[in-house]
């Protein structure tokens, strides 16, 4: 174990105090919770908030369930991945739907512990408070501004990827099927060798004179191979 002995004995006191729902409801009535702080929780804060408790459909009910949770704020940090806000609240007692045994660690975004509103306890030096805020808010300015450059470099990245991918296509024609069925690529000379060439397509300029060839029947004597 990473504590000190005293903070081990002094965490084994507080459970045993706050293992007694009316005891610990009566130690951090509701009524204390009287500072609305929603959008602005640091660390140290006695809060109290509703969390929603989602319920599987069935035939009876499709609502989901609530429980007001009452906790101290142990920790909050900003990812590093995604730079979102997380709380880490210690359960002091909790009613409702589901509720939390006392001195759990319940591992909270900031979305959801503001959704429905949220109050505090006061602190004994509201300027202790003031000071853990700011620093609080710095970190937070800092973290926005790493997301907004991982996110225009990743959509820069997008760019020069389908750039890169336009250039590759205007380099190697496309073998797709266009609408006739024929491929959009131009066939090589050697393989037109042997067809008859369509009506004013061709290169031949003699004029037919043979009445019994069939290019003659159908108008493509100046195409004919047998012109003389």
Same mark, same amino acid.
């Given at each position: ?23 610990a409801k009566r130690k951090y009535p509701r009524g204390s ?22 319920? /599987? ?11 007001? %949770? =009452?906790?101290? *704020?142990? !920790?909050?940090?900003? &990812? ?36 429905? /509103? ?11 408070? %003031? =000071?853990?805020? *700011?620093? !609080?808010?710095?970190? &937070? ?36 099927r266009g609408p006739q069925g024929r491929s959009s690529r ?43």
């Open positions: 174990l990473s504590d000190p002995k005293a903070e081990l004995i002094n965490r084994i006191q507080k459970h045993a105090e706050l293992r007694d729902f009316t005891s919770f009287c500072i609305n702080c929603t959008g602005d929780v640091c660390r140290q804060d006695t809060v109290l908030f509703k969390q929603q408790i989602p319920q /599987k459909h069935n035939n009876e009910s499709n609502y989901p369930g609530y429980r007001l %949770v =009452a906790g101290r *704020v142990v !920790k909050e940090s900003y &990812g590093v991945k995604k730079q979102q806000h997380t709380f880490t609240v210690e359960v002091i007692w909790s009613s409702g739907m589901q509720p939390l045994p006392p001195m759990t660690q319940l591992l909270v975004k900031g979305r959801v512990l503001y959704r429905h /509103k949220t109050y505090r306890q006061k602190w004994p030096n509201e300027a202790e408070r %003031v =000071a853990a805020v *700011v620093e !609080k808010h710095a970190r &937070g300015d800092e973290a926005r501004s790493v997301r907004l450059k991982r996110l225009e470099n990743k959509q820069s990245g997008r760019r020069l990827e389908s750039k890169q991918k336009r250039r590759a296509l205007g380099k190697w024609p496309s073998t797709r131009p066939l090589p000379v050697s393989s037109r060798r042997g067809k008859r060439p369509r009506s004013g397509t061709g290169e031949v300029q003699e004029c037919c004179t043979v009445k019994d060839c069939s290019c003659f029947m159908y108008g493509m004597e100046r195409h004919c191979t047998l012109a003389l």
